[in-house]
T-cell receptor
Framework: KAGVTQTPRYLIKTRGQQVTLSCSPISGHRSVSWYQQTPGQGLQFLFEYFSETQRNKGNFPGRFSGRQFSNSRSEMNVSTLELGDSALYLC?????????????FGPGTRLTVL | KQEVTQIPAALSVPEGENLVLNCSFTDSAIYNLQWFRQDPGKGLTSLLLIQSSQREQTSGRLNASLDKSSGRSTLYIAASQPGDSATYLCAVYDSNYQLIWGAGTKLIIKP
């Protein structure tokens, strides 16, 4: 079974631009979560989608948004990029996103904002 | 607000030693606790998931314990190998259905 895939793997943008990251979950998984990882703040939860609905959201500004499609693939969008948005963005999928599920992570997208 | 702490931040041991990594959390209202490893430049690999009703889980040379009442978990690695070198992260799945992460322990196993 194929794992979680994320595209692109690396991205360089300038301040003020916007960016869209993509995540394809493991087949059959309906929950997709997004995380931001930085050296200073560590791993932080962005949001979680289940069956095309945002079910949970972390403490990030409205510039960070996402969506999920009917095939469970998910995209994350960051508008008006800031230098502090430079990070590794990880997505994870699980069967149903409940407390009994293991989350499987993709390799991440490394975003650099100049 | 749930907070997760991992001690030590870094650990270097000779190959073959048994070792323990520690994780503590402030709110015992959790659904599960998970241990992950992260290799440089790569994503996260799930190692063990302990449900809130369980006390421990084992996988190969790894054993994780959970004491909800004291807010602690340990990851025991037996007979360490150089391939075990990585950053180990623990995360709790809390009552808000979010994974709250520790900062990780960077483990180096010296050949």
């Amino acid at each position: 079974k194929a794992g979680v895939t994320q595209t692109p793997r690396y991205l360089i943008k300038t301040r003020g631009q916007q960016v869209t990251l993509s995540c394809s979950p493991i087949s059959g998984h309906r929950s997709v979560s997004w995380y931001q990882q930085t050296p200073g703040q560590g791993l932080q939860f962005l949001f979680e989608y289940f069956s095309e609905t945002q079910r949970n959201k972390g403490n990030f500004p409205g510039r960070f948004s996402g969506r999920q499609f009917s095939n469970s693939r998910s995209e994350m969008n960051v508008s008006t990029l800031e230098l502090g948005d430079s990070a590794l963005y990880l997505c994870a999928s699980s069967l149903a996103g409940t407390g009994t599920d293991t989350q499987y992570f993709g390799p991440g997208t490394r975003l650099t904002v100049l | 607000k749930q907070e997760v702490t991992q001690i030590p931040a870094a650990l270097s041991v000779p190959e073959g030693e048994n070792l323990v990594l520690n994780c503590s959390f402030t709110d015992s209202a959790i659904y599960n606790l998970q241990w992950f490893r992260q290799d440089p430049g790569k994503g996260l690999t799930s190692l063990l998931l302990i449900q809130s009703s369980q006390r421990e889980q084992t996988s190969g040379r790894l054993n994780a314990s959970l004491d909800k009442s004291s807010g602690r978990s340990t990851l025991y690695i037996a007979a360490s190998q150089p391939g075990d070198s990585a950053t180990y992260l623990c995360a709790v799945y809390d009552s808000n259905y979010q994974l709250i992460w520790g900062a990780g322990t960077k483990l180096i196993i010296k050949p």
